[in-house]
């Protein structure tokens, strides 16, 4: 008889999980709450899916044990992602190792994947609501949801986080993780705008302007990046403010005082930036204060940073002394924003926390607390930072997951069973991966070396 998988979630990880569990020859069904599954991939990459990165490496994922991301992205890595979509269809588009499809479109993504499932036989119940996991009479699981009983040999939970809750990440995928013996790190939004204290960024909204953002915590400098920032009517937004958002918010909860400081001309040492603003003031001396930052800075910008320095607008620049340049200065290198909360989750695109990760194999995704249970994607107290590494955690870890629920262990590629692979006319054929010359080592002559990151 074959192996009965189940999965809670039919996500980026859940789909994953489904794929590899039906190809390793179990019987799979995923219980999906809302009316389609991966709703939140449609919205990834500025809907065209940023499904990887080819730098993968520790620094870029965050977790309360900092080895288990990489662990698990080591088990299904990059170039077998690249190959596992390569095989659905996908064509990865390369910007600066940053990886799309080559469509542009994540909708191709979700479509891939969708097709698979529905061609290797994987039962989808949508608008399925799990009520209550039960031991299953003969060892597995019961699951009892409001289209009936399912009944499992083994469990995949793939229930994501709280982020984006519109997508279908409610958070009731952590309840049922409890219910099931485990515990969470308090799940908190991450990869989130910041919200600050003061009345100018009601002026300042709209600006977008490249920017370095450090970030300290009760004095401490916590995290930095640079990119371009987006200033609101509320406060910080963009790719530099969101990758070093997971502290801010941690910090916080933790009633921890938060400060963001932001070098508005991040090329330019502070020495090097004060005689530009000195010469600038002697050139057109005659010229009032508010026009020193014209063609230098974003015009609102440059006004309201002679605000904080002091200076009115109609002093004469000629007229600056040293000690108004430094004032100014300081606001230009060193603008402090007083970080008071993070934006909601629906306005988060992942989590930092989730199910406790001491309690997971890494290696096969299987919980440490339930047998047969198995966890994957972002209901893990896991998080990456923006550029593909959650999607990436996501098909590692529901790859996994569906190999091990399946009975088909860790093992590497080169001993994975018979799967059947469709080709372009639609017709299928078996064969096995051990078999099928590696197209990793195409990829990897295809790669780009690290680079200098470039966000999407
Ligand atoms: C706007 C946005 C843009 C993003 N862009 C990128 C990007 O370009 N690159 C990148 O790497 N990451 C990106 N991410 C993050 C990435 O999408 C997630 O990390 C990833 O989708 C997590 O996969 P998952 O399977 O764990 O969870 P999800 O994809 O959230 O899937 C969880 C599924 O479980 C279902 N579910 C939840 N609870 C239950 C329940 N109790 N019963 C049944 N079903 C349930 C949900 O409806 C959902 O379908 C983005 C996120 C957002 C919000």
Known sequence: MKRRVGIIGGGASGLAAAIEAARAGAQVTIIEHMDRVGKKILSTGNGRCNLTNLRMES??????QKSFPMKVIEGFPVEETLEFFGILGIV????????????????????????????????????CHVKEIREGDHGGFAILTDQGRVDTDALILAAGSKAAPATGSDGSGYELAKSLGHTLIKPLPALVQLRCQGSMYKQLAGIRTDARICLTIDGKKTAEDRGELQLTDYGLSGIPVFQVSRFAARALDEGKKVRAYIDFMPEWEAKDAFYLLRKRADVVGYKPAEELFTGMLNKKLGAVLLKLAGISPEKKAGELSGKQIAKLLGQLKEYEAIVMSVNPFANAQVCCGGVDTRQVDPSTMESKIRKDLYLAGEILDVDGICGGYNLQFAWSSGVLAGRSAAGAGSSGPGERQAVRVSHGSGASASRSFAARPSRTEEHKKRSIPKEKRNHR
Do not use: M
């Not at 620094?59 to 309360?64: E, G, M, N, P, T």
């Open 59 to 64: 620094d870029c994922f965050r977790s309360s």
């Open 92 to 127: 990865p588009k390369n910007r600066n190792g940053y990886i799309y499809p080559n469509s542009d479109q994540a909708s191709s993504v979700l479509d891939v994947l969708r097709s698979e499932t529905s061609h290797l036989g994987v039962e989808v119940l949508l608008s």
